[in-house]
């Protein structure tokens, strides 16, 4: 089967509730950790997975060669590089300057109106 994962260096509290929606389950969720001792917020790092270590947060739970990897960021490119399929998202400048130089196809989303009622 497909296993979808999130990954971003976001809060993991942030990025675990909105994967809620898209029942991605908190095990599938790799994103900046703190630790917690005795139910308390320490100011220790477990993990920051930002550009080269997204692609090491995605190894260590063994996936090397994503199928396909989403981003919009240049902090993105590291994973979209190791993927099978890379698909950068209304990318940043910077990302779309590496999608030009990797020769990456970059997609739009479409444009959305607001139906405000009557």
Not at 12 to 40: K, N, Q, Y
Request: charged share 20%.
């Amino acid at each position: 089967g497909c296993e979808i994962w999130a990954v971003s260096s976001t809060c993991d509290w942030v990025v675990e509730e909105g994967m809620r929606r898209f029942e991605i389950p908190t095990e599938r969720t790799l994103a900046a950790r703190v630790a917690v001792v005795d139910g308390l917020v320490t100011r220790t790092l477990l993990d920051v997975p930002t550009d080269e270590a997204k692609v090491a947060s995605l190894a260590r739970v063994g996936i090397t060669r994503p199928d396909a990897v989403f981003g919009n960021s240049i902090h993105d490119a590291a994973m979209l590089a190791v993927a099978r399929r890379a698909f950068p998202i209304d990318p940043t400048p910077a990302l779309l300057q590496r999608c030009a130089q990797e020769g990456w196809p970059v997609y739009y989303p479409a444009p959305r109106t607001l139906n405000l009622g009557p």
